[in-house]
Structure formats: C-alpha cells, structure tokens
C-alpha cells in the first residue's frame, strides 16, 4: 500500500521560511517523478514543483520560482519542499503527489499517488 505523508505545515508571517517533508513508503520511488501541489480555498489545485531524479532535474511554477526548493532525500522516498520569503498568497493546503512517470510532470492527472496535504498559513 502507498503511502505519502507530509509534515511541516504551520503558521508563519509574511517573508519567513517553512520546510515541508513527504515520507513515501510501499513501493520504489528511486525511478519515479514527485511533486508539490497547493489547493487555496476555492481554487485550484496548482502545481508547485517536481523533482525527476533521472538527473536530478527539477521544475519550479513561475509563482514560487526563486523561493522555493524541491530536493529528495539519499533514499528517494523522502522528498522535500524549502519555503523562503513566503507571501501571504502562498497560504493553501499542500501537496505532495508521486507520479509513475520518470521525467518531470506538471500536471495534475500526471500523478497517481496523493497525500493528505499540510495547512500553511501566512499572515500578513
């Protein structure tokens, strides 16, 4: 059974820093693409940024593009997602999502696997 937990989530005022964790586990993930989604209230679920590790290559959405990180863990089953100079319009639910692809996916319907989201909130 494949599971994805984040973690990391929390309240932070405008111009701070969060770190969000993705703990994958049931099955390989060394091979496969995994991202970083957001849903606001009453929006969208956008993406954020993904991580191949066929490189590793990564792709950032221009909105968080020069304040956010995504990086993976030696083992690839953790996948990590760096937050600086947040904004108030950053505050959503977060994603983390493994697709079965090995490049780079942007998409949502890209990804077959989901976890249940963190809250970040910031005020400001």
């Known amino acids: 059974q494949v599971q994805l937990v984040e973690s990391g989530g929390g309240l932070v005022q405008a111009g701070g820093s969060l770190r969000l964790s993705c703990a994958a586990s049931?099955?390989?993930?060394?091979?496969?693409?995994m991202g970083w989604f957001r849903q606001a209230p009453g929006k969208e679920r956008d993406f954020v940024a993904s991580i191949s590790w066929s490189g590793p290559n990564t792709y950032y959405a221009d909105s968080v593009k020069g304040r956010f990180t995504i990086s993976g863990g030696d083992a690839k089953n953790t996948v990590y997602l760096q937050m600086n100079s947040l904004k108030p319009e950053d505050t959503a639910i977060y994603y983390c999502a493994a697709s079965l692809r090995t490049t780079i996916a942007t998409g949502r319907y890209d990804y077959t696997y989901w976890g249940q989201g963190t809250q970040v909130t910031v005020s400001s």
């Open positions: 049931g099955r390989t993930f060394s091979s496969v693409a």
